[in-house]
C-alpha cells in the first residue's frame, strides 16, 4: 500500500513538473489540480500503509508464546488485546 502511495506520488511530481510546459494555461491549472489530486491520495496510501505496518508489528510483538496462559486465566490482573480494524488501531484493556 505504501509503494502505492510513492508511486501516486511520483505520479503527481511528475504532472506538476510538465505542467509549465503546456501552452494553455487552462491545461496547465487542470494539471495542476490533478497533481494536487494525488498527492493527497498518495499521502492517505501511505499513512495507511504505515498504519497497517504498525498494526502487524504490535501483532507480532504482543503475540504470547504457546507456554504462556493468557493474560485473563489469571485471577486478578489485566487483559489486553489489539484491535484492527476499519477505524484505526488500538488495544483493548480489561481489569
Known amino acids: 500500500m505504501g509503494g502505492v502511495g510513492i508511486g501516486f506520488i511520483g505520479g503527481a511530481a511528475a504532472?506538476?513538473?510538465d505542467s509549465d510546459k503546456l501552452v494553455d494555461m487552462q491545461d496547465a491549472h487542470t494539471e495542476l489540480e490533478a497533481a494536487a489530486l494525488g498527492t493527497a491520495v498518495g499521502g492517505g496510501l501511505?499513512?495507511?500503509?504505515?498504519?497497517?505496518?504498525?498494526?502487524?508489528?504490535?501483532?507480532?510483538?504482543?503475540?504470547?508464546?504457546?507456554?504462556?496462559?493468557?493474560?485473563g486465566d489469571v485471577g486478578t490482573g489485566v487483559a489486553w488485546r489489539p484491535l484492527v480494524?476499519?477505524?484505526g488501531v488500538g488495544l483493548a484493556v480489561t481489569f
Not at 50 to 66: D, E, K, M, Y
Open 85 to 87: 480494524g476499519p477505524g
Open 15 to 17: 504532472r506538476a513538473s
Open 46 to 71: 501511505l499513512i495507511a500503509g504505515g498504519g497497517l505496518l504498525v498494526a502487524g508489528v504490535v501483532l507480532l510483538a504482543i503475540t504470547p508464546s504457546s507456554d504462556e496462559s493468557p493474560p
